[in-house]
């Protein structure tokens, strides 16, 4: 299949899943709404609702909604643009930029505290949201004086996750020390400039009059009725939730963001390693039953200004929400796919981060998306076809001659065990087939770069074969595993589903 045919079947899958997900039990919780789906940063999908002001205009693919803290990714990617510059040490004490930091406390003694710990939201300082909702647009010199009084941690330092806005605008102050800039206007020349995001920016008053510019409302009656929300101002802590953007923009955003898992992920702007680390857990969230009861995952985390989930089925998903009195957003993309969805309502009821979900395991499923593409070293490969031919050929004791061999592989389990293993396995699912497909069509999943797993058909069932090689200058056979495949034919029979069993495996 082409991109352009890979592109038209996700988009129409993209319309299905939104017509089905923004029914109007939904729609009636904001007086306008818009949620699009995105491929490499792109909108290939998109559904709007309603008038954003109220006032008879119809919501629009470019009208400006405002995005929360959304907004902390671009606090972190700058944050680390700085970092990779020299210029901020993310794991130096945090007073050595806001001096005032030095009075948080721990149990009465005083608290280590760096920016790692406040991107990745295990500063020891306790949840704020509906303070820090209140509070974003009280001043520097207010914030200056609360946090030198002494912020009071609920617990210790790189401990444990607890979502705090004021350690998150802590970071804006330490970036304005060091560029003695205001953390707004960093942001736009490190960011939003360079990217072209120009729809993107820090307050409504920064928009030209006549900017299609959602209004906010608040329900307190499931939509039945709506009062309007003036915008929270923007001051100290503005960088944790100010901007304002449009789906456009945010798919871009997410594109330049999730490319960096890529094969060919560029540098600019940020560099490909650097926007991985905004990606990858550094906080367990947990209990992630009770945080994330919608989802199937293994697991999640907070990276640096973003969520990670790491879904059951699809893999890795990152994604952030968005939430002020008259606003509700959400971004979540899968980097193996490319495919996002942004969701942007203007009512804090709307539940953008439900929809957004729905809809983007919706697409996911319809088109099968692998949750990872491994690459195999050339090793691993040609370690498997050198298994596989003395499999197929009926060697069941050469093990010998599959190598290059560590030397734990036949301690392990040693030659004759392994032997009689394979005899035993035989004996029940019969002679290998003749004519079986090549190697390549029989390779069924990969855990990472230094495994493969392929089926050897046989006349009464299959064999699944795992081979697995250490790292060194040049990789040797660490395991072999050979086991009865279970009624699909491409997995041991007992062994539970795996998200690795969705990779998909590229042989170069």
């Given at each position: 299949?082409?991109?352009?045919?890979?592109?038209?079947?996700?988009?129409?899958?993209?319309?299905?899943?939104l017509?089905e997900?923004?029914?109007?039990?939904?729609?009636?919780?904001?007086?306008?709404?818009?949620?699009?789906?995105?491929?490499?940063?792109?909108?290939?999908?998109?559904?709007?609702?309603?008038?954003?002001?109220?006032?008879?205009?119809?919501?629009?693919?470019g009208?400006?909604?405002?995005?929360?803290?959304?907004?902390?990714s671009?606090?972190a990617?700058?944050?680390?643009?700085?970092?990779?510059?020299?210029?901020?040490?993310?794991?130096?004490?945090?007073?050595?930029?806001?001096?005032?930091?030095a009075?948080?406390?721990?149990?009465?003694?005083q608290?280590?505290?760096?920016?790692?710990?406040?991107?990745?939201?295990?500063?020891?300082?306790a949840?704020?949201?509906?303070?820090?909702?209140?509070?974003?647009?009280?001043?520097?010199?207010?914030?200056?004086?609360?946090?030198?009084?002494?912020?009071?941690?609920?617990?210790?330092?790189?401990?444990e996750?607890?979502?705090?806005?004021?350690?998150?605008?802590?970071?804006?102050?330490?970036?304005?020390?060091?560029?003695?800039?205001?953390?707004?206007?960093?942001?736009?020349?490190?960011?939003?400039?360079?990217?072209?995001?120009?729809?993107?920016?820090?307050?409504?008053?920064?928009y030209?009059?006549?900017?299609?510019?959602a209004?906010?409302?608040?329900?307190?009656?499931?939509?039945?009725?709506?009062?309007?929300?003036?915008?929270?101002?923007?001051?100290?802590?503005g960088?944790?939730?100010?901007?304002?953007?449009?789906?456009?923009?945010?798919?871009?955003?997410?594109?330049?963001l999730?490319s960096?898992?890529?094969?060919?992920?560029?540098?600019?702007?940020?560099s490909?390693?650097?926007?991985?680390?905004?990606?990858?857990?550094?906080?367990?969230?947990?209990?992630?039953?009770?945080?994330?009861?919608?989802?199937?995952?293994d697991?999640?985390?907070?990276?640096?200004?973003?969520?990670?989930?790491?879904?059951?089925?699809?893999?890795?998903?990152?994604?952030?929400?968005?939430?002020?009195?008259?606003?509700?957003?959400?971004?979540?993309?899968?980097?193996?796919?490319?495919i996002?969805?942004?969701?942007?309502?203007?009512?804090?009821q709307?539940?953008?981060g439900?929809?957004?979900?729905?809809?983007?395991?919706?697409v996911?499923?319809?088109?099968?998306?692998?949750?990872?593409?491994?690459?195999?070293?050339?090793?691993?490969?040609?370690?498997?076809?050198?298994?596989?031919?003395?499999?197929?050929?009926?060697?069941?004791?050469?093990?010998?001659?599959?190598?290059?061999?560590?030397?734990?592989?036949?301690?392990?389990?040693?030659?004759?065990v392994?032997?009689?293993?394979l005899?035993?396995?035989?004996?029940?699912?019969?002679?290998?087939?003749?004519?079986?497909?090549?190697?390549?069509?029989?390779?069924?999943?990969?855990?990472?770069?230094?495994?493969?797993?392929?089926?050897?058909?046989?006349?009464?069932?299959?064999?699944?074969?795992?081979?697995?090689?250490?790292?060194?200058?040049?990789?040797?056979?660490?395991?072999?595993?050979?086991?009865?495949?279970?009624?699909?034919?491409?997995?041991?029979?007992?062994?539970?589903?795996?998200?690795?069993?969705?990779?998909?495996?590229?042989?170069?």
């Amino acid at each position: 299949m082409s991109a352009g045919d890979a592109t038209e079947q996700i988009a129409a899958r993209a319309n299905e899943a939104l017509a089905e997900r923004l029914d109007a039990a939904t729609l009636r919780r904001a007086p306008a709404s818009i949620a699009a789906l995105t491929c490499h940063g792109e909108v290939v999908a998109v559904r709007t609702h309603g008038e954003p002001r109220r006032d008879g205009a119809a919501t629009a693919p470019g009208t400006v909604f405002r995005i929360a803290s959304m907004s902390k990714s671009f606090l972190a990617a700058t944050a680390l643009s700085l970092r990779d510059e020299g210029l901020l040490d993310l794991h130096a004490p945090i007073e050595g930029y806001v001096p005032e930091a030095a009075a948080a406390r721990y149990e009465g003694r005083q608290a280590r505290i760096t920016i790692d710990t406040l991107l990745s939201n295990r500063s020891g300082l306790a949840e704020d949201n509906p303070w820090g909702d209140e509070h974003l647009g009280e001043s520097r010199e207010f914030l200056g004086a609360l946090v030198g009084e002494g912020l009071t941690l609920s617990a210790l330092p790189a401990t444990e996750y607890q979502y705090s806005n004021t350690g998150q605008s802590l970071v804006g102050r330490a970036i304005e020390a060091v560029t003695g800039r205001p953390v707004e206007d960093v942001i736009r020349e490190r960011m939003l400039d360079p990217l072209g995001l120009a729809d993107t920016r820090a307050s409504a008053g920064l928009y030209p009059a006549g900017t299609d510019l959602a209004r906010g409302f608040r329900t307190f009656d499931d939509g039945g009725s709506f009062v309007p929300e003036p915008y929270v101002g923007t001051g100290a802590l503005g960088c944790i939730g100010s901007l304002f953007s449009t789906v456009t923009d945010i798919a871009a955003w997410m594109g330049f963001l999730g490319s960096a898992f890529d094969a060919d992920a560029g540098d600019v702007v940020l560099s490909a390693a650097s926007r991985r680390e905004l990606q990858v857990a550094h906080t367990l969230i947990a209990p992630v039953i009770s945080q994330f009861a919608d989802r199937e995952l293994d697991g999640a985390g907070y990276g640096y200004g973003l969520v990670v989930e790491h879904d059951s089925r699809f893999g890795r998903i990152v994604q952030h929400a968005g939430g002020l009195p008259g606003f509700s957003s959400h971004m979540r993309w899968h980097p193996a796919t490319g495919i996002g969805v942004v969701v942007f309502g203007n009512s804090d009821q709307f539940g953008a981060g439900r929809i957004a979900s729905a809809v983007l395991h919706d697409v996911l499923g319809a088109v099968d998306a692998p949750a990872a593409v491994v690459h195999p070293w050339p090793q691993t490969v040609a370690a498997a076809r050198r298994i596989d031919e003395l499999l197929r050929a009926g060697q069941t004791d050469a093990w010998g001659r599959m190598g290059p061999l560590a030397r734990n592989v036949l301690r392990d389990v040693p030659a004759q065990v392994r032997t009689r293993q394979l005899e035993a396995a035989a004996a029940e699912v019969g002679a290998p087939i003749a004519d079986a497909a090549p190697f390549e069509e029989r390779v069924v999943s990969a855990t990472d770069a230094s495994a493969l797993r392929w089926t050897v058909p046989c006349l009464a069932g299959a064999l699944v074969c795992d081979v697995r090689m250490v790292g060194l200058h040049d990789p040797v056979v660490q395991s072999i595993d050979v086991r009865v495949a279970d009624s699909t034919g491409r997995k041991p029979r007992d062994e539970s589903p795996r998200v690795t069993d969705h990779h998909r495996v590229v042989l170069d």
